[in-house]
């Protein structure tokens, strides 16, 4: 088959990791007799420099054009770049924001698990983490809330005032719920669905929906968590987690805090799914200016995305298996990039990388 | 001197924690010649129960008669206690955030630091923690945002919609940065202030205006974090935080993750203060329901937040040096309860700690 996947190398060292799983993707697709058409997009500062703006209506069209889309990162040195002196709308994370607005990309899944091998990266003591490790998925809804709702800021009587919204309705929650539900029901069937229900009205609407729909899943044990304890409950036993199932900020902050907590969060990736097939997926890390160009850039994260590529966009479930275990496979035989190196290791670059994990498939 | 102390016991191990600091607070008075009056105070489940709401305007007339409010706990079991079946602005929680508002208790301070005797009840690794260990303050502006922004919920069109809206005028964010730097100038001189400015407008506001105090404190060294980088930051790198500034529910989120990071929240203190003199001193920990009344509590928090209350307060820095310096020592005879209890060391209940720290004094 041929699958037309739209490329956001973005900014930082996004082009480099994003080479890194082209050249995997390619070796599936040698191997398992697809091939991938790649249509280079520009997202972020990237496209602030070449086009003025930070997300292009044709950027926009020829996602929409594709059957997926792998991205890097975007973004720079919010200090010295350029890109943060122009006004908020027009810098990079602007376009992404635009893009899973437009997309439709309502639903971030967000794996972290531990390793087996990479245990000793991990900042929790053993004792916390226990032989099993844990693997959890978050579930943050991606298109509402506070990131998409109406906000000004204006001067009442000499006093400059900031407004934002948050806003939730039913439906928006019932598709996240849902979505939330189905991935459960592929893992270990249990669902915390965490709010600030003692506070707002969206987390108690959140908490009514998430009941009703919990309803159809009468296999999934669920609860309820409220964001502060989650936030604790994380570091103090993350192994009690399977999904968590979080609105758009609450989401941003607990995905970050759970990615860390694995202690190896060059190795972790992501996926944003719309109502259709098409679907963006890219690491859960940043664009790290400082190490671009260098090739000390961990391709991992990268590489795992585009096989949540193949899995959930292009339903190719043997080659995303296919990459998973080779990624598996030269950790076994002890290749590191630099951020995960540890003791007896062999250190590999960015690059390096990405051919002994291809050398696998 | 004589000095008027609201006491809310509240719920859970709310009263039993209360007496303890009661205890220490009367040997403080006999030492240094002071009289504590005592008025009790309802809120939360004990006033809903006595009185059908989480607080009254009698009580609230009670506290603003006081020289300071001691607190314990409030709340119950949210699945099995009936206080929970009633509508949200009747549950024990809004009795506290009405009393936040009410009291203008604008700013709350959470130190969550390790102790040398508690290192290893830490759930992060010795390597992160390095010899040094992390001493850090939390300052969250606490009567704005989320928490007291315009809500509603409404049928749209047959949808169930829900708004919240997050609103800061510049004075209300000047007057906590200004809490913050100053407490900074008494600490290691570092203020990292929080925010999401990358997409929030209440954050671009923030930014600007923790710049401008940041002017009148030209020793103070600052820098500005997002609200998901920085709870990465907590687990990553905990020690590189002295005080932490930031609007309401991210400082609800973070400042329960640091405390938890410390291992050890049956210990830590808070304060939340007001314009003036009054102000409210609680533990950073819950009413823990499950173990009320079974003489287990850890009273240490409590009695750390009356220390904080004689300092902030009443202006009273020797006898909270003093009240410091008892709960430092008992630690180092090896007394515990069971919360913190390790091999080798002493268990206490909630009683006999409260007598050893008052026998300290
Ligand atoms: C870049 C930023 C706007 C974005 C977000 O907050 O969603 C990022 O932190 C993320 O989690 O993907
Ligand atoms: C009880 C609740 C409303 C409160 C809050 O969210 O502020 C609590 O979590 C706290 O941090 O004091």
Redo the contacts between chains.
């Keep these: 088959m041929n699958y037309k996947i739209a490329l956001i190398k973005g900014d930082g060292i996004g082009p480099e990791i994003v080479d890194e799983a082209v050249k995997v993707l390619d070796r599936v697709g040698v191997k398992y007799g697809h091939t991938f058409d790649y249509t280079r997009v520009l997202m972020g500062g990237e496209s602030i420099d070449a086009c003025g703006v930070p997300l292009t209506d044709e950027a926009i069209a020829q996602c929409k054009a594709s059957d997926s889309v792998l991205m890097g990162s975007i973004g720079g040195n919010t200090t010295t770049s350029p890109w943060y002196k122009l006004e ?1 709308s027009l ?1 990079p ?1 602007a376009g992404l ?1 635009k893009l899973r607005k437009s997309l439709g990309l309502f639903a971030n899944i967000r794996p972290a698990y531990l390793y087996d091998e990479l245990k000793a990266a ?4 053993d004792e ?1 983490i226990g032989d099993q490790g844990f693997d959890m998925v978050i579930m943050r809804e991606l298109t509402g809330g ?2 998409f709702g109406e ?3 204006v001067e ?1 009587n000499g ?13 928006e929650i019932r598709r996240i719920a849902i979505k939330g539900f189905e991935i459960a029901m592929k893992r270990r069937k249990n669902v915390i669905s965490v709010d ?7 987390s ?3 908490r ?1 929906v998430v009941e009703e729909v919990a309803k159809d899943y009468p296999e999934v044990t669920y609860s309820h968590m409220l ?3 989650c ?6 036993n993350p192994g009690q987690f399977d999904v968590i199932l979080t609105e758009n ?2 989401g ?6 759970a ?3 694995t202690g190896s ?1 060059g190795m972790l990736s992501s996926a944003s799914l719309s109502e259709t097939s098409l679907g963006l997926y890219e690491p859960s890390h940043g664009s790290a200016p400082d190490i671009a160009g260098t090739n000390q850039a961990n391709p991992i994260a990268t590489i795992l995305s585009a096989a949540m590529m193949l899995r959930y966009s292009l339903n190719l479930d043997k080659e995303a298996d296919a990459i998973e275990a080779a990624v598996k496979a030269v950790l076994k035989k002890g290749f590191r990039t630099v951020d995960i190196m540890s003791e007896g290791c062999t250190q590999l670059g960015c690059k390096e990388m990405g051919d002994a994990i291809a050398a696998e498939i």
Excluded: H
């Design positions: 908020p810098r994370e924001l991990c900042p929790i003591k916390i506070l990131y906000r000004k800021t009442e006093v400059l005032k900031a407004y934002d919204s948050l806003t939730y309705d039913e439906n600030k229900a003692n506070v707002l009205d969206s108690r609407l959140w009514k964001v502060d304890n936030a604790m409950q994380l570091v103090k900020m609450f941003d902050i607990l995905s970050d805090e990615s860390e907590i969060i």
